[in-house]
């Protein structure tokens, strides 16, 4: 039993080598099998490939050849441009090479005709030296002078003709100049006058407060006058209650204090509580309200002005300005009249007009703070502004607008008439009636007093008086000499805002009757 096993295991694996061996072969065979087709389909696809190689080779070479033939196409036809072109150039060259040999032969037909002529003239030159020559000679003889001496004779009458001539041309020219130089200063500051639109300046400053009945009055008073002592004593203004029904004056030299009683006594009396406390109060708040509005009006100003770069405290006391007045005219208003008047001016004669507006806004600025600080408004002015780095030309300005210097700038010269102007026009400043009507008599009376004065006439409000004189008495040189004596004596003898034109008239009549 065990020996069949065996057997049958033997029989089995040398059936399983068999087949494994018969396997083999058969994959052999298979895998040649392949390997020959393999071989085949290479051999194939190389000989497709060389065929459509060969194909793309013959198109290319014939792209090439038709490529070439174009191009060789293309160059021959731009070689038969160019060489037209070429002989375009030789043939105009050509040409050119003609004239110019005409122009040769015409030249040296006229420099030969030239040097002829050049010939002739050294010929009739020399004649003539010869002429002249024997001319001086007999003219010597005829006048007795040698040529020197007629030279200094010639030269001396011409030195005389020209002298006078020269005098009479310079006075020419100075009259037209003075003329030319007035007609356009009158355009000039009437375009001006015209162009700035402004209202009139002055205000009336009231210092009076309403009350709203009598009883009021012993309110503010207080017990034993406590409530008006620390109103007085608060804000440095003083109370005048009077007979004056239902009103009470506030009466200080320095407008902004005035201006915060006025606000501290309105709201109190509207308030109704008045005692020290609430007076310490209501004055605290119209100072702050004051500063405010102070600060406000500076900025508002500048701005209006159209100019930047001014110091901070500069624009606080622009805003101080709008509670001082001069001569009832408000002199914030009357600073930015200046200011746009010296724009306009400056603009029409090429000027910077920037720099003419801001001189003419600062030009009072001393006004802000000459009722605290000694000296005129002008040199405080000056003082202020050189302070808070203003420029010279601003300074020299503000320093010559009164005539307190000599101007030497153009702009100094242009904010004196804008200041003028403004101060000058119609409404702009006034004064009590009776002592304007005293002071027009004064100055006639003065001008009066003269020897040789005939009559005279206050005009322009007082800015001029005009003097007729006695013709047979005063004479044009004497003229000059009583308008001198005449501005000297007003000047000593009268008070007077701006200044104030003397006028001499003379006249001379002939009057004859026919019959």
């Not at 702050?288 to 606080?316: F, S």
């Not at 009268?494 to 002939?510: C, D, F, T």
Request: hydrophobic share 40%.
């Amino acid at each position: 039993m065990l020996t069949c096993i065996i057997i049958a295991l033997v029989c089995a694996v040398i059936t399983g080598i068999i087949a494994f061996l018969g396997g083999i072969a058969h994959r052999k065979k298979q895998a040649e099998f392949t390997i020959g087709s393999a071989e085949l389909e290479a051999k194939r696809i190389i000989s497709d490939a060389i065929k459509s190689s060969e194909a793309k080779k013959k198109e290319a070479v014939l792209e090439g050849k038709d490529e070439i033939h174009r191009l060789r196409n293309e160059s021959e036809r731009e070689l038969n441009e160019r060489r037209k072109e070429v002989q375009r150039q030789e043939r105009r060259i050509q040409q050119k090479e003609e004239t110019l040999d005409k122009k040769m032969e015409s030249l040296e037909a006229k420099d030969e005709i030239l040097t002829n002529k050049n010939k002739q003239a050294d010929e009739r030159l020399a004649e003539a030296e010869a002429v002249k020559k024997s001319q001086f000679d007999m003219l010597e003889r005829i006048s007795g002078f040698t040529v020197d001496q007629a030279k200094d004779y010639l030269l001396k009458n011409l030195e005389d003709e020209l002298t006078h001539e020269k005098a009479v041309k310079l006075m020419e020219f100075d009259q037209q100049t003075r003329e030319d130089a007035d007609k356009s200063a009158r355009e000039i500051i009437s375009m001006a006058i015209q162009r700035c639109a402004a209202d009139h300046v002055a205000e009336a400053t009231i210092s009076v407060v309403p009350l709203p009945n009598d009883e009021m009055k012993g309110r503010i008073i207080g017990r034993e006058g406590r409530n008006i002592r620390a109103i007085e004593t608060l804000t440095g203004v003083d109370l005048i209650i009077d007979d004056t029904p239902e009103a009470i004056t506030l009466s200080s030299f320095e407008p902004v204090r005035r201006e915060v009683a006025r606000i501290a006594l309105e709201r109190l009396i509207a308030d109704g509580r008045i005692h020290p406390a609430r007076i310490e109060e209501m004055i605290e708040k119209a100072r702050r309200e004051v500063d405010a509005t102070i600060k406000q009006e500076g900025e508002r100003a500048v701005i209006e002005a159209g100019v930047n770069g001014i110091h901070p405290e500069l624009i606080k006391l622009l805003g101080r300005l709008r509670y001082r007045t001069s001569y009832g005219q408000n002199v914030l208003n009357h600073s930015l009249e200046v200011s746009f008047l010296s724009g306009v001016m400056a603009s029409e004669l090429g000027l910077d007009p920037t720099i003419a507006r801001r001189a003419g806004l600062l030009h009072d600025i001393g006004k802000s703070l000459d009722h605290e600080i000694e000296g005129s408004h002008v040199d405080i002015g000056v003082d202020v502004a050189r302070k808070y780095k203003e420029s010279e030309t601003v300074i020299h300005a503000i320093h010559a607008h009164h005539g307190d210097v000599e101007a030497k700038t153009v702009i100094a010269c242009i904010v004196q008439a804008a200041d003028a102007i403004s101060a000058a026009r119609p409404g702009a400043r006034r004064e009590n009636l009776e002592n304007y009507i005293k002071r027009l008599e004064k100055l006639e009376e003065v001008a009066s007093s003269f020897e040789g004065v005939e009559r005279c006439f206050a005009i322009q409000a007082g800015r001029e008086i005009r003097v007729i004189v006695k013709p047979e008495m005063i004479s044009d040189d004497k003229m000059v000499l009583l308008a001198r004596d005449i501005c000297n004596k007003i000047e000593n003898d009268l008070e007077y805002p701006g200044q104030i034109k003397v006028n001499i008239i003379r006249e001379s009549r002939a009057i004859e009757y026919a019959k």
